[in-house]
């Protein structure tokens, strides 16, 4: 019961009004149940039978804006499906049956298209991780490949589509891990992707990288990869074996360093020392060796040889790392993941794909829990809309103060978690 008062021609009327609730919306959550959500409205009985003015009086909504607009999800349930897809390696269909081995039919179709339409509000945070890129001094990429079945407008696609990494250095102050999806792996991608960028960025020997105003630095890694193909087995003292060998005593100085936190003086200095002329003298080796056209150790030999003065930029430059190992590793979480969903069915899907792999990555690299930060994402960017401002986009990033207790530690190390209230009556589906 509530009272409303009321003036008309000097004098109060006491309009009794009578609640009713009215339903604002039905979604599914990730605990499985259904949520119905009410909002309870007051009007005045009798005005309302005589079709008068009924006074109509609202509650304060208590709906959180929606992931999905007028959609069934909740940001609870895209969280938990995106989670499980990207990070734990559960495609849709595998999720598909797991909820219906609890009663629920969730179907994968409605399931990719919750994923595809709620990785839309991660786009703003995308770009403002590679404005904090572009700040770094390293950067490390890398790309694989990634099928996609047909373009967004139903034609079928007959090549493989990439998807581009990027992360920042060993020595940077962000930690961040960016994927972008692209149809191909020609250089005009990588001029898209890293245009005005005037750091360094280390790649592998790929021709694409290198035409932009950044300096490319080379990867050992890679060029011991190519010596290492070429050694026949238990053949140790092949001269591919004997070039390893030589790298391998180079990343031994590394990690030894790594290991005792060398400041960069110290770095430097042991690397001029004890690296350089490792490198001089696995060059002259490779001057000595006089391998047949065609074969693997004349493909790994050309390599190690075109890419020398990439690979030794190395030595004046404590920031740089011997090898890309760190892109490497970001591409990793995404080759498993593929094994298990093979393919993006549309060109969307795969840009969905990079855009929830990007929160996840610079989540872990951040320390954060992975459901935790895609839920609070979720949950506050649709109330700032499709363009929010650059403070309420910093108050999102992964290192920031700003962030709920759920989203730094996990749940079991949380006294007390508030999440927003997603409904005030559930029900089993």
């Known amino acids: 019961m509530s009272l409303l008062g009321d003036k008309s021609g000097g004098l109060i009327f006491i309009v009794v009004l009578y609640s009713v609730k009215v339903a604002l919306g039905v979604r599914a959550d990730g605990s499985g149940a259904t949520a119905y959500t009410y909002r309870t409205v007051y009007k005045c009985e009798c005005c309302d039978k005589k079709g008068e003015d009924p006074h109509i009086v609202k509650s304060e909504n208590p709906t959180p804006a929606q992931v999905i607009p007028k959609g069934l999800p909740d940001q609870t349930l895209v969280a938990d499906i995106m989670q499980r897809k990207y990070q734990l390696g559960t495609p849709l269909d595998r999720q598909e049956k797991y909820w219906a081995a609890q009663g629920i039919y969730l179907s994968r179709t409605s399931m990719a298209n919750w994923v595809i339409e709620s990785s839309k509000w991660f786009e703003p945070v995308t770009q403002m991780l590679w404005k904090y890129s572009y700040k770094e001094p390293v950067l490390n990429a890398d790309e694989t490949t990634s099928r996609t079945l047909k373009t967004d407008k139903g034609k079928k696609i007959d090549k493989l589509g990439q998807m581009w990494i990027c992360s920042t250095g060993r020595a940077a102050k962000k930690k961040i891990a960016i994927y972008e999806y692209r149809d191909s792996r020609t250089k005009d991608v990588a001029e898209e992707l890293y245009y005005g960028y005037t750091g360094i960025l280390q790649t592998d020997g790929f021709q694409s990288y290198g035409s932009g105003s950044y300096m490319r630095v080379g990867c050992w890694s890679h060029a011991r990869r190519k010596l290492i193909d070429c050694i026949p087995e238990k053949h140790k003292k092949s001269k591919a074996a004997i070039a390893v060998s030589m790298i391998d005593k180079m990343f031994r100085y590394e990690r030894e360093a790594r290991k005792e936190n060398y400041t960069d003086e110290q770095l430097l200095e042991m690397r001029r020392e004890k690296i350089a002329p490792l490198v001089d003298e696995f060059y002259k080796f490779l001057d000595s060796l006089h391998p047949g056209n065609g074969s693997h150790l004349a493909e790994a030999v050309n390599y190690a040889r075109n890419q020398k003065a990439a690979l030794t930029v190395f030595l004046n430059n404590p920031l740089v790392d011997m090898s890309n190992n760190l892109a490497e590793r970001t591409v990793k979480p995404y080759v498993i993941a593929r094994k298990n969903f093979l393919f993006s069915c549309t060109e969307k899907g795969a840009h969905a794909s990079a855009a929830v792999m990007t929160i996840i990555e610079t989540a872990k690299r951040n320390g954060l829990d992975v459901y935790g930060y895609l839920l609070h994402l979720l949950t ?49 589906v």
């Open 380 to 428: 506050e960017l649709p109330k700032y809309g499709h363009n929010p401002t650059k403070e309420q986009l910093e108050a999102l990033m992964p290192w920031s103060d700003s962030l709920p207790d759920f989203c730094k530690k996990k749940y079991s190390q949380v006294e007390s978690v508030t999440i927003p209230e997603m409904s005030l009556c559930k029900a089993k």
